[in-house]
């Protein structure tokens, strides 16, 4: 999930006068009624001895922006175990396991209950200090470092103090330490570690990342932070702004965020990729402990095999949601400083600095006569490349991890579908692209899958109009739907713009998927905007010529070709 939306904060500085901090301060509720359901089946092999399935039943949970009411909890396996408890660990999650002798067929287990969330963005006061002082004893254990949470590592503790010098509260601190995660870390799935560490090192990361280097950064300076696993619904809310709308979407999967103990609120939930103070209804919170090595009971699948067994089970997991009732009404202002990145946030009053937004210089400008001259001769790759390429969601593959001789497990993975249905018939989408040199274009790609349907597909090459799509200066070549695989996963599709010899100068252009029949095509996207700025990706209606809607995530997509030394 990347560019933090923080539904931005009103603060006010020592001197009593008015700020205003970090790009969107937003107000308003939203409140959901919402049926949940979870689907496991697990597949056997011939020489499994046991084999145990748990979950977590998610609790209620209320705090002055965020509250989850949970009822009708209920937990079915075909066919029925030999054994069944529960049990409450020591961070206060409630788990149910199931566990099955010899079993000889596939183990299915369907968990449901019903969740009543409401998120209140209301101005929020806090007069925490910082540094804290007299935190109670069962709050003291999230702050230790642990192996995905180096908060004692010499570079994490340094850059942590960095951030926070010169903050008399907790609340400008949290806000120094978001700000520089949102702006310094780029989501990816997946990563090749999840640690804080590996998050500061390579600038990388997925959800768990993003919780990790969050709660490192505050633990080093005695902020209390706990992990929360749970479950992102892919519905969309929109924030009303002056202009048009933010759109804003979260994958339907597992997912990591964080809460921050504040000791006049309580412990307040945020996603380091994503908000400040505050979750959205959209989230269902499950499990809590002090990294992700901690969180790992619900959907956890553990077993004992024969030795020297080759295999080991398979799972296919699916998460559903109804809403049978969803009230939205957010209202946002966009602010002139903050971090480069979007950061939601609902307003507070505490003492907090203003951090000067700081946009990038506008490409250079090169005339005419200039582009003639030059030689195009270096290969040039740019884009928004980074995304699980073939990947079926449907099958994660999700490894099994020994633990002792004969006896091995598989805990939830985090691989999350984000993309969107760009071939309907009623919403067209757009993808800006930035280049500081001169290309010769080639091929523009899209990280597409085909679920069906027939057509054509091409992409229209759009000059920027101001922020938006503007004139069409040229249209690749078509591509013919039955050409597309219909294999899971995303891949590349590339279409051609050589037929027109396109050159383009230093600025701002659009890609836009054109089609026609009734192809079924989803384009993937990655959570906050890695490359690209936080407008830049846009979507309007078939006839509308107003592309006023904004998306809070960025598609993925490559732009090749030639450019100049």
Known sequence: MRKLLCFTVIITVLLNLPVYAENFTVDGEMSSQIRFEIQKNVTVTPDVKTMTLSFVSPPSFRSPTFNQVISDFNIKFSPGPQDKKRYTDKRGNQIVSATWK?????????????????????????????????????????????????????????????????????FDAVQQT????????????????????????????????????????????????????????????????????????????????????????????????????????????????????????????????????????????????????????????????????????????????????????????????????????????????????????????????????????????????????????????????????????RRIAMALHKFGGDGQLWIDLYRDGRGKPGDIIATSDMIDINTMSLRPGYRWTGFTFEKDDITLPPGSYWIGLGYTGSPIINWFYTYGKPVGPTEGTRYKGVYESDWSGALSYEFNYRVTGLTVQ
Request: with cysteine.
């Open 102 to 170: 010899n079993p000889r067929k596939a183990i299915d287990a369907r968990l449901t209950f019903d969740a009543s969330n409401t998120t209140t963005l209301k101005t929020l006061g806090t007069h925490a200090p910082f540094p804290l002082h007299n935190i109670p004893d069962d709050v003291r254990d999230y702050l230790k470092p642990t192996e995905q949470i180096q908060s004692d590592n010499h570079r994490i503790k340094k850059l942590a103090q960095k951030l926070t010098r010169g903050t008399n509260t907790e």
């Open 178 to 441: 978001l700000t520089w995660v949102v702006d310094n870390i780029r989501y990816v799935t997946p990563p090749k570690k999840y640690d804080a560490l590996y998050s500061l090192e390579s600038g990388k990361g997925n959800c768990q990342n993003y919780s990790h280097m969050a709660a490192a950064l505050m633990r080093a300076v005695g902020i209390p932070v706990r992990i929360v696993n749970g479950v992102t619904l892919k519905k969309s809310f929109n924030i009303d702004r002056e202009g048009g709308v933010l759109t804003v979407k979260m994958g339907q999967g597992r997912h990591s965020w964080i809460e921050v103990w504040f000791p006049d609120l309580g412990w307040i939930p945020l996603d380091p990729q994503q908000t400040a103070m505050f979750v959205a209804n959209r989230f269902i919170r499950v499990e809590v402990g002090i990294d992700n090595n901690e969180t790992v009971n619900d959907g956890r699948l553990r077993w004992i095999q024969s030795k020297g067994s080759k295999g080991s089970p398979a799972t296919y997991e699916t998460i559903g949601a109804d809403f049978s009732d969803d009230r939205v009404n957010i209202r946002g202002n966009r602010e002139s400083y903050g971090p480069k990145n979007l950061l939601l946030c609902p307003d507070v009053k505490a003492a907090f600095k203003k951090v000067a937004l700081i946009k990038p210089p506008p490409p250079p400008v090169i005339s005419d006569e200039e582009m003639v001259k030059l030689r195009f001769n270096i290969p040039f790759i740019f884009g928004n490349l980074e995304f699980p390429e073939n990947i079926d969601f449907a099958f994660p593959p999700t490894r099994a991890v020994a633990k002792g001789a004969g006896s091995f497990e598989k805990i939830r993975d985090f691989y999350v579908e984000t993309a969107e249905y760009v071939t309907t018939k009623l919403t067209q989408y757009a993808q800006v692209f930035v280049l500081k040199k001169p290309v010769k274009l």
